[in-house]
């Protein structure tokens, strides 16, 4: 089991930053890719940041130049680094892993904290 627990989100105005982080617990050895998510109210839940084990980036177009995820191994965290932000960022943000016995799942979520921009 893998239990993960998210930094408070907050409210931002508009072109400011937001660090987000997000700690993993129990047996943090089996978790391979690190990732974050969010879904806005009325919409799908969206990709937007991922890492693998091997720190290879993958970014949604929306936050591309804006956001940067990163983890630290040593201390099973993976952070979301969020500058320029717009109205459009708005959303629940949750942090996830996918083990290795889990591929390809992310089957362990974080409890998801709220980032709202302001115009």
């Known amino acids: 089991q893998v239990q993960l627990v998210e930094s408070e989100g907050g409210l931002v105005q508009a072109g400011g930053s937001l660090r987000l982080s997000c700690a993993a617990s129990g047996s943090t050895l089996s978790i391979n890719a690190m990732a974050w998510f969010r879904q806005a109210p009325g919409k799908q839940r969206e990709l937007v940041a991922r890492i693998s084990s091997g720190g290879t980036t993958t970014y949604a177009d929306s936050v591309k130049g804006r956001f940067t995820i990163s983890r630290d191994n040593a201390k099973n965290t993976v952070f979301l680094q969020m500058s320029t932000l717009k109205p459009e960022d708005t959303a629940v943000y949750y942090c996830?892993?996918?083990?290795?016995?889990?591929?390809?799942?992310?089957?362990?979520w974080g409890q998801g904290t709220q980032v709202t921009v302001s115009t």
């Open positions: 996830a892993v996918r083990t290795s016995y889990g591929n390809p799942d992310y089957n362990y």
